[in-house]
């Protein structure tokens, strides 16, 4: 149910205080705890240093098989609501056994509603009315402007209209999925629900907190599990993929095959204590986890979970007759070839005030910095079908580099993104040519966790985004304008928010076919 609804009964708050509290009671080492529970996302080298000092035992943890386990640091993109769905399964009953109240269930966070666009005043105050108790809800180390009620979710945050709307699942050459792409290990593709509402939610409650120049909790990826809301956030992010699936009209787009679906990828410790880890197929399927909300409808049809192409124990040959046309293009190909058509290396320094551009004056066309993903195979071993995208750019292409003429995508990626302080707006990207200077957005900039410095036992990562521009780069030979836009996160309800610029730098940009 909705957090708004949950908190109006006082024996259901007082339920989800004391098993927060338990928890966070509980010694890190105890795989019930709030620790072992916020680690298994993420963690850094101070939370595990202070966590040592209450519990020497949690050196005896296997951390790598237990912990930093969120997709967030190049998985592929469609990982991210799969495995969010396992971890927050697994974190509720887990919360619900340290409650004592087996009715207990996590309540979502709705920001669309008109009653959640303000921070969830449950989780906001730091004592329970007027006492010296201190609240198990809050956290220090969060946004206060949101937090103490100045500011609300804008529209475009909270009701992520071209989200809800995004016609398939995975994402299509020229079409970012809602949920992301299958075959984007390494420079993923973000999918729209990972970047809106998603990462959104994480750096307006996070932000930067000025006193102690620290990014908040929630906005940065080794301590956001840390913060109790980042519970009901995810419990939303959960609904909101059932409310998608619920909207008539929706298809998957590519289809993974079998042996994505059925592997079994991840680890967790049940409440028991045993390990479970179920492939990605069980979790896509709801049922198998007992996952029901209110908005279930059994007369609102949702899209099935595709069927499994091949029975097991076909014949070998069958894989290939079967599974034919039906699957990414990406992953059938794993001789794909990457060529980059043009790149910009003076770097961009993105202002909330004002929309920055940068110019690709020269037609895109094959250059001289090319490089090959793989050795490049035969023709034959090209896509048969793939829609020739490119042919007018890259005729001057050198003989080696025949790749662009049966590209499959276009992809623009933006490298070494980094920020001072954690972003107090969003930044849009929108690729315009004389023909439309309006541009078509190309995509949403992933600022949640875009820099992975922090992680406990990570080295730091260069973080690249790529946006799919297949569609916009097909209608036209440019030039093209890459154009970064600022949005608001939050309206201000009393004076105008104050435009904070937060040093937020692009290192460079790049076109790059993909064939
Ligand atoms: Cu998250």
């Known amino acids: 149910m909705t957090l708004a609804d949950f908190a109006k009964d006082p024996a259901r708050l007082a339920s989800l205080r004391r098993g927060v509290a338990v928890m966070k009671a509980r010694p890190p080492s105890d795989h019930r705890s709030w620790f072992w529970q916020a680690a298994t996302h993420a963690y850094n080298d101070a939370l595990y240093a202070d966590a040592l000092k209450r519990d020497p035992k949690i050196a005896t943890v296997d951390a790598k098989r237990y912990w930093n386990q969120c997709p967030h640091f190049g998985q592929c993109s469609a990982d991210f609501l799969i495995w969010h769905r396992a971890f927050i399964f697994n974190f509720e009953r887990i919360l619900r056994d340290a409650a004592g109240d087996p009715a207990l269930a996590l309540p979502y966070w709705d920001y669309a509603a008109p009653d959640g666009r303000e921070f969830p005043a449950a989780f906001a105050a730091e004592f329970l009315d007027g006492t010296k108790t201190p609240n198990p809800l809050f956290h220090p180390t969060r946004n206060y402007d949101f937090t103490n009620g100045d500011t609300q979710l804008s529209d475009t945050v909270a009701l992520a209209r071209t989200t809800m709307a995004a016609p398939n699942f995975y994402s299509a050459p020229g079409q970012t999925g809602f949920a992301g792409d299958f075959a984007d290990e390494g420079a993923p593709v973000s999918g729209l629900i990972e970047t809106r509402p998603h990462g959104d939610i994480h750096m307006v409650v996070g932000g930067w907190i000025s006193g102690i120049d620290a990014n908040g ?133 993105a202002t909330p005030n004002a929309t920055v551009t940068r110019e690709f004056g020269q037609p895109l066309r094959a250059g001289r910095h090319h490089h090959a993903i793989s050795p490049g195979g035969s023709g034959n071993e090209e896509m048969q079908n793939a829609p020739r995208a490119m042919p007018p750019m890259v005729g001057a292409a050198a003989p080696e580099l025949n790749a662009p003429q049966n590209a499959t995508r276009v992809l623009l990626e933006l490298h070494d993104i980094s920020f001072v302080r954690a972003p107090a707006s969003g930044f849009a990207v929108y690729l315009s040519t004389p023909a439309n200077p309006e541009g078509a957005l190309a995509g949403l900039i992933d600022l949640f966790g875009a820099t992975h410095k922090d992680v406990a036992g990570m080295a730091a990562m260069q973080s690249v985004q790529r946006f799919d521009v297949t569609g916009i780069v097909k209608q036209s030979h440019g030039p093209f304008t890459v154009r970064v836009s600022p949005y608001d996160l939050v309206v201000s309800k009393r004076t105008p928010a104050i435009k904070r610029d937060d040093g937020i730098r692009i290192g460079s940009m790049k076109f790059v076919a993909v064939s």
């Open 217 to 349: 909790a929630m906005s940065d990826i080794p301590t956001a599990a840390f913060d109790p809301v980042f519970w009901v956030h995810h419990a939303n992010i959960d609904r909101l993929w059932v409310r998608w699936m619920q909207t008539p009209g929706k298809t998957w787009g590519p289809a993974p095959p079998d042996f994505w679906l059925d592997e079994k990828p991840w680890v967790f410790v049940d409440v028991g204590g045993n390990d479970i880890g179920e492939s990605r197929r069980f979790y896509l399927e709801r049922a198998n986890l007992d996952v029901r909300y209110d908005i279930d409808n059994p007369a609102k049809p949702e899209l099935a979970v595709p069927p499994r192409r091949i029975m097991v124990g076909a014949a070998p040959g069958a894989v290939a007759a079967v599974a034919g046309g039906a699957m990414n293009p990406a992953m059938m190909s794993p001789m794909s070839r990457e060529t980059e058509l043009a790149a910009e290396n003076v770097p961009v320094n």
